[in-house]
């Protein structure tokens, strides 16, 4: 099985969760005039995804070390299917009913990325895995590029419904896909980097790698639910202009993490890790101090977007230090530090809203710029006894 192959196939698959996931963004300018929804309501909703998706990490994790990740990712798929469909069957008096939906469909999209750090970590040599991550969670910016103006025009025509069901059509292709077109279990080719060698999960760099990751993940919800109604809301930009300038972010994410992969690889060692991650993260807090001070709503659109982008190019750096400490445990190690992430994005997508009302949007933003500068910083208290990176060994 050629592995790139399969890199492209997990890519879509990023793609089409992607799209499942924050096609609600896009509807709930519609919905909450539909449901007579708040801003904080309908951070609830958003929230009510991610309780379901971060509780459901390490389960999803470790069900991809054990059946290996083609069989999870199939069911998952077909699974984003089922419940988008029905979501866009719930009515104005099932409020209750959407919420517990979003739970189900972070439930069902538990296993995404933990499953494709499985199949990576088995089958690529550290050297080449910030590469194939970042082609990977590139798809999150390629998904979330595509929702604002498909979903978008879609909605203006037809209505939210109708776009929530043309937002599962990729899910669909993503789950055949997995079922008929690699059929074979995946398995290790080349030199993997696990070895069959157990990861070390208590070790004091997975602690800071996966509290990097949970404020890493508090500042990129934010723009993953609400920059696009930010931008229609706050700064008052129409609909569909609102939608081309919310795909800008993930247009710039579609370089920028695949490029942060590349870039930590070429760095090589643990070092090339760390510069990217804390270049990133520091970055993107002095972009999104900007964008949120800034009284020209094209250049806090334009600011916000390279912030996403820098705090997104952080993806690769992350996945694969995790791997290089997780081994063969890639699955259920990939599962707690993207727990931890959403963790994070639990608590922005209801937060961000309750501190803009009490303090105002600049200063919810600023307290975001923080924290990523934090997550930043952390990535210095990683140390190579307890990594090995390209060319540095434990």
């Excluded at 993997?192 to 990751?213: A, I, K, M, N």
């Amino acid at each position: 099985m050629n592995p790139w192959r399969m890199v492209a196939l997990l890519s879509f698959t990023a793609t089409a969760s992607y799209l499942c996931r924050v096609n609600v963004s896009v509807a709930g300018v519609q919905m909450m005039k539909e449901f007579g929804l708040t801003q904080a309501a309908m951070g609830r909703v958003f929230s009510a995804f991610l309780l379901g998706y971060a509780l459901f990490q390490i389960p999803g994790g470790m069900l991809a070390d054990r059946f290996g990740a083609r069989r999870v990712l199939a069911v998952s798929a077909l699974l984003w299917v089922a419940v988008t469909v029905w979501m866009a069957g719930v009515t104005a008096g099932q409020v209750a009913l959407l919420l517990g939906l979003r739970f189900l469909l972070g439930f069902a999209e538990a296993p995404t990325f933990p499953a494709s750090a499985q199949a990576i970590s088995g089958t690529f040599e550290a050297s080449k895995q910030g590469r194939a991550n970042g082609f990977v969670v590139a798809a999150i910016g390629l998904g979330s590029a595509i929702a604002p103006p498909l979903l978008t025009f879609v909605m203006v025509r037809s209505g939210w419904r109708a776009a929530l069901l043309v937002s599962a059509v990729p899910a669909l292709a993503a789950g055949l896909g997995w079922c008929f077109l690699f059929r074979e279990r995946i398995w290790a080719a080349g030199k993997p980097v696990s070895d069959g060698r157990r990861g070390r999960l208590g070790s004091r760099s997975f602690v800071l790698l996966t509290l990097s990751y949970t404020l890493q993940g508090y500042v990129g919800y934010i723009f993953v639910f609400w920059f696009y109604l930010y931008l229609v809301e706050v700064r008052h930009f129409d609909l569909l202009r609102g939608a081309v300038w919310g795909s800008l972010p993930w247009v710039l994410s579609i370089a920028a993490i695949p490029m942060g992969g590349w870039i930590s690889d070429r760095l090589g060692g643990l070092m090339g890790r760390r510069a990217v991650a804390a270049a990133g993260l520091c970055g993107g807090a002095v972009c999104l101090a900007v964008g949120a001070h800034t009284a020209s709503a094209v250049a806090a659109a334009v600011c916000l977007a390279v912030s996403t982008a820098l705090v997104l190019s952080t993806e690769a750096p992350f996945w694969a230090t995790m791997m290089e400490i997780a081994g063969s445990r890639s699955g259920a190690g990939g599962g707690m530090m993207n727990m931890g992430s959403n963790v994070g994005g639990l608590i922005s997508p209801a937060l961000t809203p309750v501190l803009a009302e009490w303090f105002g949007w600049e200063n919810a933003l600023y307290w975001a710029a923080a924290l990523s500068a934090v997550g930043g910083l952390l990535w210095l208290g990683i140390r190579p006894k307890d990594v090995s990176c390209g060319n540095m060994h434990s």
